[in-house]
């Protein structure tokens, strides 16, 4: 990988700012890398246009080929990503951690990584963090709420059974050693139909999040809904000192400034 570009550069006295996320998608788009091909999926198993389910089996069979996401896309879906999670009061503290359910399809796993770190939120990828929020997956889409109206509104109510699954997930993840100051957002699946996006004269981008919630303090969120909601502000990418705490792996735990070697790696090897 190249240098880092810094936010504010290195002194003698401080250690400057960064994020990797910029060096991966922010940066290569400047340099008009745009177009790149950085992020790819397994074939889907309900194939969409325009936000729309196909039914045809000649189109099925047409459009079943592995997901396809150019840097442009990634950026796009992530940042929004970091915009819902924003919405619904996560700021990119230490003690915020996001936690991605083991069924949560593998770009859409992808993209949530890269909007937390987006905006300084740290993720924890051990196996034994994804296993702990199991519980929550049975969360339906009568369960969720609109991510910003659990902001903008003061009435808005949150569902007995999601904060029932999000306490219990919580609470084992406590028990694993979590300091309880944490805060935990638990992205998982939920039973819930692509969001139609109607009749459209333009392309409709796919939000990548179809069947995948978030909760955060007992509220749930459709984030396949959560995407298309103009009043979602996509996030701005967010300086961090190189020694923050970021990524929690099942081997170590990575800062902002050695987290970028495991993103290119892992999550982003195109790049």
């Known amino acids: 990988m190249t240098d880092f570009h810094y936010f504010e550069a290195p002194t003698d ?31 889907p198993d309900k194939p969409m246009v325009d936000g729309r389910e196909v039914t045809d089996p000649r189109l099925v069979k047409a459009l079943s080929k592995p997901v396809e996401l150019d840097r442009a896309e990634v950026l796009d879906r992530s940042a929004k990503l970091g915009g819902i999670l924003r919405a619904m009061g996560i700021i990119g503290t230490e003690n915020e951690r996001i936690v991605i359910a083991e069924d949560v399809p593998p770009i859409a796993r992808a993209l949530s990584i890269l909007g937390a770190v987006r905006i300084g939120a740290s993720v924890d990828v051990r196996s034994a963090a994804a296993s702990s929020v199991s519980s929550v997956s049975s969360v339906s889409a009568a369960d969720t709420v609109s991510c910003a109206d659990a902001t903008l509104s003061a009435d808005t109510a949150s569902s007995a059974d999601a904060t029932s699954s999000a306490n219990t997930a919580t609470a084992r993840l406590s028990a694993r050693g979590v300091d309880d100051a944490i805060t935990s957002v638990l992205v998982h699946t939920i039973d819930a139909p692509p969001i139609n996006s109607g009749r459209a004269s333009v392309k409709v981008i796919r939000s ?34 190189p020694d923050r705490a970021l990524i929690v792996t099942d081997q170590r735990a990575l800062d902002a400034e050695s987290s970028l070697e495991w993103l290119s790696q892992e999550i982003l090897p195109g790049a």
């Open 208 to 241: 990548r999040f179809e069947g995948v919630g978030i909760t955060v303090a007992g509220e749930t969120a459709n984030i396949d809904q959560a995407m298309r909601d103009s009043r979602v502000e996509s996030a701005a990418v967010i300086p961090l000192a």
């Open 13 to 43: 006295t401080a250690a400057g700012t960064l994020n990797p996320v910029y060096e991966l998608l922010d940066f290569p788009i400047v340099m008009n890398g745009a177009d790149d091909i950085v992020l790819t999926g397994p074939s």
